[in-house]
């Protein structure tokens, strides 16, 4: 399934219906007075958090919205059924934005959680309603208010409590694939990972998170190059983000710090709030390294980086280190929670 992650759409809310003028008409009761009824409401449009899409692609099928109007009233003092409400189904982590003021209306964040994007009119009233002692047979009506209408341009944020970052090819979607079920295209070139995944990391019973591999970021990303800035929205809602380092890298000629550098900055270029979040340093492809060598890779790249938060080196391919970095985000997590 193609993954999509914004949207723009139509939403219309039905229009009230409107209030009927009758008058009584039964033999032997020949000033029967007014019997018109009231017409119904509109119906809302309701947009529904629907915990089993994970893309916005409908939307690219369908662009408009419209809930039912409410149905006219009728004599006999009838009054007109009210419209149905429309819901929409999108999926968890939904922003709804209004395109004509670019204010955001809220976000869905919690399974089953509904927000009523456009209200419904209100019914007209029936010339029954304006008889009176002093006018016995009233000739007034209302009609329906219309509904509300307006653009929207959905945008989702993946939830996730882990997210991880780095350069292309740092060995992210290696290390998503060997602690959780999900399974993402793996190769050695860079941009591997064209959109985002996720994937629930299970350490035993109600023990588990879930964690966001999005596409590698490079030099220039805030600035529109390569694909990860585009996604980096997605780690807005992670509560702990993990870097990650390729430190084979040095084989080749590059430079790992160099590589911790270019992600700070992208990260504070395009939010300093998200570049202020606690992230944990994350040695990748030990496995590529000689091992009496590898404790002095990583104590030299903590160094030369200047790195004080928390150090766990993996080798995702081999599953060494992977159970240490597992349970300790799970204590971390459950710590905060």
């Known amino acids: 399934m193609k993954f999509v992650d914004e949207a723009s759409i139509t939403v219309r809310a039905g229009?009230?219906?409107?209030?009927?003028?009758?008058?009584?008409?039964?033999?032997?009761?020949?000033?029967?007075?007014?019997?018109?009824?009231?017409?119904?409401?509109?119906?809302?449009?309701?947009?529904?958090?629907?915990?089993?899409?994970n893309t916005l692609v409908d939307f690219r099928f369908r662009r408009r919205f419209q809930a039912e109007r409410g149905r006219?009233?009728?004599g006999k003092d009838r009054t007109g059924r009210n419209g149905a409400?429309?819901?929409?189904?999108?999926?968890?982590?939904?922003?709804?934005?209004?395109?004509?003021?670019?204010?955001?209306?809220?976000?869905?964040?919690t399974v089953g959680e509904e927000m009523v994007v456009a209200r419904g009119g209100r019914h007209g009233l029936g010339n029954a309603r304006f008889k009176s002692s002093t006018n016995?047979?009233?000739?007034?009506?209302?009609?329906?208010?219309?509904?509300?209408?307006?653009e929207l341009h959905l945008e989702l944020k993946l939830l996730a409590d882990v997210?991880?970052?780095?350069?292309?090819?740092?060995?992210?979607?290696?290390?998503?694939?060997?602690?959780?079920?999900?399974?993402?295209?793996?190769?050695?070139?860079?941009?591997?990972?064209?959109?985002?995944?996720?994937?629930?990391?299970?350490?035993?019973?109600?023990?588990?998170f879930v964690m966001a591999?999005?596409?590698?970021?490079?030099?220039?990303?805030?600035?529109?190059?390569?694909?990860?800035?585009?996604?980096?929205?997605?780690?807005?809602?992670?509560?702990?983000?993990?870097?990650?380092?390729?430190?084979?890298?040095?084989?080749?000629?590059?430079?790992?710090?160099?590589?911790?550098?270019?992600?700070?900055r992208e990260l504070a270029a395009f939010d300093p709030e998200l570049a202020a979040r606690e992230r944990w340093l994350v040695p990748a492809k030990l496995d590529l390294v000689p091992p009496p060598e590898r404790e002095a890779v990583v104590a030299g790249l903590v160094e030369d980086a200047g790195w004080s938060g928390p150090v766990f080196p993996v080798s995702a391919l081999a599953r060494e280190g992977t159970d240490t970095l597992c349970e300790a985000l799970m204590r971390h997590l459950a710590d905060e929670s």
């Open 15 to 53: 229009a009230g219906g409107n209030g009927c003028l009758s008058f009584r008409r039964e033999k032997y009761i020949p000033r029967g007075g007014p019997d018109g009824g009231d017409g119904g409401d509109g119906g809302d449009v309701v947009l529904c958090a629907d915990p089993s899409l």
């Open 213 to 264: 591999d999005i596409p590698g970021l490079i030099e220039g990303a805030s600035g529109g190059a390569g694909l990860g800035i585009r996604f980096l929205r997605h780690l807005s809602r992670t509560r702990v983000l993990l870097h990650l380092v390729d430190v084979a890298a040095a084989l080749d000629g590059a430079d790992p710090v160099g590589h911790v550098r270019v992600i700070e």
């Open 163 to 208: 997210g991880l970052v780095g350069m292309p090819n740092a060995g992210k979607s290696t290390l998503i694939r060997a602690v959780s079920a999900a399974r993402p295209k793996v190769a050695d070139y860079p941009f591997t990972t064209l959109i985002p995944n996720l994937g629930v990391v299970r350490l035993g019973p109600d023990r588990s």
């Open 85 to 109: 409400d429309l819901r929409v189904q999108v999926p968890v982590g939904t922003v709804v934005i209004a395109v004509d003021t670019g204010e955001t209306l809220g976000e869905l964040t």
């Open 72 to 74: 006219h009233g009728q």
């Open 136 to 150: 016995r047979a009233p000739r007034r009506t209302t009609d329906g208010s219309p509904g509300e209408g307006l």
